[in-house]
């Protein structure tokens, strides 16, 4: 049986205190809560490995846990981007298989996937932030001709950009 929030939550707490028993039996948990999440996300013979990834995840980062939030969803962050991390490194094993004679000629495939990497960083960022870097950095507007084009002040359009850059340099960072 999985444990509830609030036990999930205390033992967490002790374990942060140093309690090594209480915190050998909250691992127990997580590892059945684990279990049960990833088992229809990978294949059967990769879930182990990734629920030890996880569990080694937990450990390295069991001081950042609040005890003021709540437990579950601060592990299941932790799972999901260990579970990214393992899609990415099985697809990537899977491109490698294919080898450069498979791959189309002159394809636009690494423009088309940078691109969509962009848009799924992108949902993260506010829209006149998206706007400034897509107009400046993308499209090679100057600031000034972006600024014209947005409505946005020059300092604005800067402001925007980097304020963007670097939270988009903070999710992938994040993601790694």
Do not use: C
């Amino acid at each position: 049986m999985i444990a509830d929030e609030a036990s999930m939550a205390q033992m967490m707490a002790a374990a942060q205190k140093g309690d090594r028993a209480v915190y050998r039996a909250l691992l127990a948990e997580v590892q059945l809560w684990l279990e049960r999440y990833f088992r229809k996300r990978v294949a059967p013979a990769q879930l182990d490995d990734l629920v030890q990834e996880v569990l080694l995840a937990v450990h390295n980062k069991r001081a950042t846990w609040d005890p003021k939030r709540a437990f579950y969803p601060w592990l299941a962050a932790i799972a999901r981007y260990r579970w990214i991390d393992h899609l990415r490194k099985v697809y990537r094993s899977a491109e490698d298989e294919l080898g450069d004679h498979d791959a189309a000629e002159d394809s636009e495939e690494e423009a088309v996937m940078a691109r969509m990497s962009l848009e799924r960083l992108f949902i993260h960022l506010p829209d006149k932030q998206v706007e400034a870097i897509e107009l400046v950095k993308i499209e090679g507007l100057s600031i000034a001709e972006a600024s014209q084009r947005t409505g946005q002040s020059e300092s604005l359009v800067k402001v925007n950009i980097h304020r963007g850059l670097k939270k988009l340099s903070a999710l992938v960072e994040k993601a790694e």
